[in-house]
């Protein structure tokens, strides 16, 4: 089993940046696939990003792609969305998950609660 914990959302203008990070704890022994998702009230979650354990497999929703990058440091068990131009539309709350066996788009067994991200226009 892993925790995860999710870190590094807020209030950030249109066109700025933030960083996400997502600490895994726990079975950290065990390598993971870890993907990002973000999720509006009343709407279905959306895939945004993942990554393999290895770090080498790297996969992005096309409505971010170019502008965010999932990274990993599994010497801290952390993984992180650096999001840079960030528009309005991607207001809502991120999630990372993870996976021992599915990476992509998942299904994936482990979540964490979640950081609101909100970009004011």
């Known amino acids: 089993q892993v925790q995860l914990v999710e870190s590094g959302g807020g209030l950030v203008q249109a066109g700025g940046s933030l960083r996400l990070s997502c600490a895994a704890s726990g079975r950290t022994d065990s390598s993971w696939h870890i993907a990002w998702f973000r999720q509006v009230p009343g709407k279905e979650r959306e895939f945004v990003a993942a990554i393999n354990r290895g770090g080498d497999r790297i996969y992005y929703a096309d409505s971010v792609k170019g502008r965010f990058t999932i990274s990993r440091d599994n010497a801290k068990n952390t993984v992180y969305l650096q999001m840079n131009s960030l528009k309005p539309e991607d207001t809502t709350v991120y999630y990372c998950?993870?996976?021992?066996?599915?990476w992509g788009r998942g299904p994936y067994d482990y979540w964490g609660q979640g950081t609101q991200v909100t970009v004011s226009s």
């Open positions: 998950a993870a996976d021992q066996r599915r």
